[in-house]
Nanobody, 125 residues
Framework: QVQLVESGGGLVQAGDSLRLSCAASGRTFSSSAMGWFRQAPGKQRESVAA????????HYADSVKGRFTISRDNAKNTMYLQMNSLKPEDTAVYYCAADKSFVHLTTTPNKVDYWGQGTQVTVSS
């Protein structure tokens, strides 16, 4: 079992930065791949970024490449998403996720095992 709690969302202006955190509890955190998803009103949940259990492999959606950076600290059971140069289209609820499969976190969200409750990110123009 893995429990996930996101923090760090908020209201910012276009061009600003935010860092989201995902605190995890459970013995399997360090062996789980982790990821961030987002869902805007009226849209499907989409993968934003994913990171392997070791941190050695990462994946980003094309829309955030070069602006967002995913990282994790297994000693602190925490994952991060550094978001720079934010745009209004980044506005969404951001969800932390964990799964044994890195592929689930990038292509098949319906198969992801664990989800956080979400944190709102709003970017004004």
């Amino acid at each position: 079992q893995v429990q996930l709690v996101e923090s760090g969302g908020g209201l910012v202006q276009a061009g600003d930065s935010l860092r989201l955190s995902c605190a995890a509890s459970g013995r399997t955190f360090s062996s789980s791949a982790m990821g961030w998803f987002r869902q805007a009103p009226g849209k499907q949940r989409e993968s934003v970024a994913a990171i392997s259990w070791s941190g050695g492999t990462t994946h980003y959606a094309d829309s955030v490449k070069g602006r967002f950076t995913i990282s994790r600290d297994n000693a602190k059971n925490t994952m991060y998403l550094q978001m720079n140069s934010l745009k209004p289209e980044d506005t969404a609820v951001y969800y932390c996720a964990a799964d044994k499969s890195f592929v689930h976190l990038t292509t098949t969200p319906n198969k992801v095992d664990y989800w956080g409750q979400g944190t709102q990110v709003t970017v004004s123009s």
